[in-house]
C-alpha cells in the first residue's frame, strides 16, 4: 500500500479527524502527525485524495471489525483466528500491513468509539460508492459467520451499519443469506431467488460481474489487499453463475 510506506516513514502531514483519525495516530504515533507540525514543512507531502480514502477504508475497516469482535463483551480465539484469516487467506497482507491491521485492530478494541462511530465515518467517506459499501457489509458478514455461529449482539452491530449506509434491507438479506442460509447460497450471491426469471437472473449476473471486475473496484479507492477480496467475490459471482445456469438449463 503506497499510503502506508509514506505514514510509517513520517514524511506525510495531513488531518484526518473523528475515530479513524484517533485510531490512526495512536497506531502511528509521530508518523501521522494531525497538523504537520513534526515535519519541515518543504519536505512535507501530503496523501492524494485517493491514497486518504485507501487509508481511511483500512484503519475503520479493521476497527469495525475490532468492535464486532468484541459484540457480545468479549473476543473469543475463534473471531481472531477469523481475522488472522480473512487477512492472510482473503486479503493476502504481507507481514507489514498484517502487523499494522493487528495494531488497528487492538486500538480500536480499547477505544471508547462505537462501532457506529466508525461506520459513520466510513459512510462519509464512501457513501457515492454503494459497492464499497457493499464490499463493507460482505466482510463483516464473512467475518462474524466464519466460526459457524451469528450472535444476535454481531448481526445488531452490522444492522446498524446497513442502516448508516442506507443499504437496502432486501439487499442485506441476500447478502447475510451467502453465509447464513447455504440452502440456496449460488441464487444469493447473484442478488436473486428462484423465483426470479432467468432473464432477471442474467440481467443480476452481468451487473454484478461488471460492478465486482476487479479492475473498477481498484478504481474507486479499494487498498491494493482488498482488492484481493473484490478479486474473490468476482470468482464467487462466477462461479454461482455457473452452478445456476447448469440448473437453470440456460445456454
Keep these: 500500500m503506497g499510503w502506508l510506506g509514506k505514514v510509517v516513514g513520517g514524511t506525510i502531514g495531513f488531518a484526518l479527524g473523528g475515530p479513524v483519525g484517533a485510531v490512526a495516530g495512536a497506531v502511528f504515533g509521530h508518523a501521522f502527525d494531525k497538523d504537520g507540525s513534526e515535519l ?3 519536505e512535507r507531502r501530503g496523501l492524494s485524495g485517493n491514497e486518504e480514502a485507501q487509508m481511511t477504508f483500512f484503519v475503520a475497516a479493521f476497527s469495525m471489525l475490532a468492535k464486532l469482535s468484541k459484540a457480545d463483551g468479549h473476543v473469543c480465539q475463534d473471531e481472531i483466528e477469523s481475522i488472522d484469516l480473512f487477512m492472510t487467506r482473503d486479503l493476502h497482507l504481507n507481514r507489514e500491513s498484517r502487523n499494522i491491521a493487528i495494531d ?3 486500538e480500536a478494541i480499547n477505544s471508547p468509539e462505537s462501532f457506529e462511530s466508525f461506520a459513520r465515518q466510513f459512510y462519509t467517506t464512501f457513501k457515492n ?3 464499497m459499501l457493499e464490499v463493507m457489509l460482505d466482510v463483516m ?3 462474524s459467520t466464519a466460526d459457524g455461529q451469528f450472535n444476535p449482539q454481531e ?6 451499519a446497513v442502516h448508516l449506509f442506507q ?3 432486501e439487499g442485506y438479506l441476500k447478502l447475510k443469506a451467502r453465509y447464513v442460509d447455504q440452502s440456496d447460497k449460488y441464487h444469493a450471491v447473484l442478488g436473486c431467488d428462484r423465483n426470479d426469471s432467468d432473464d432477471f437472473v442474467k440481467k443480476q449476473y452481468r451487473k454484478l460481474v461488471n460492478e465486482y471486475h476487479p479492475d473498477k473496484i481498484a478504481s474507486k479507492g479499494l487498498p491494493e489487499e482488498f482488492t484481493h477480496f473484490a478479486e474473490e467475490k468476482f470468482r464467487e459471482i462466477q462461479d454461482a453463475w455457473d ?3 447448469k440448473e437453470r ?3
Excluded: M
Design 40 to 42: 519541515n514543512r518543504d
Design 104 to 106: 488497528i485492530f487492538r
Design 129 to 131: 460508492q454503494p459497492r
Design 141 to 143: 458478514l464473512r467475518v
Design 155 to 160: 448481526e445488531a452491530l452490522i444492522l446498524s
Design 167 to 169: 443499504y437496502p434491507t
Design 243 to 245: 452452478h445456476v445456469k
Design 249 to 251: 438449463g440456460i445456454a
